[in-house]
Nanobody
């Protein structure tokens, strides 16, 4: 298991934007599925967005059209651009990696995780 490192969280007003970054350990991760998850107090951790090694992306219905996941393999970094934020987006956000090119449907097969970064959206 490898520790990933998130950055970029903070507090923002409703309608605002935040970009999260996640440093992954090295070039090998260019071959892996990467993803972002979030967990609000009292709720289960849920998938927000995933990006496969070849660039195919998927999003939770609740964030489609507002969030964009991307990756820069040259910088060993993945990003989550979050626009039009809502109070219900408030959560701890985690980046993760699954050691395969395609993304699994659930979080169980994501083996490498970051420590999380808090995003708080006020109304």
């Amino acid at each position: 298991q490898v520790q990933l490192v998130e950055s970029g969280g903070g507090s923002v007003q409703s309608g605002g934007s935040v970009r999260l970054s996640c440093a992954v350990p090295g070039y090998t991760y260019s071959n892996y599925c990467l993803g972002w998850f979030r967990q609000a107090p009292g709720r289960e951790r849920e998938v927000v967005a995933t990006i496969e090694a070849y660039g195919h992306t998927r999003y939770a219905d609740s964030v489609k059209g507002r969030f964009t996941i991307s990756r820069d393999n040259a910088k060993n970094t993945q990003y989550l651009q979050m626009n039009s934020l809502k109070p219900e987006d408030t959560a701890m956000y985690y980046c993760a990696a699954a050691r395969r090119a395609w993304c699994p449907p659930g979080k169980a097969d994501f083996t490498d995780w970051g420590q999380g970064t808090q995003v708080t959206v006020s109304s």
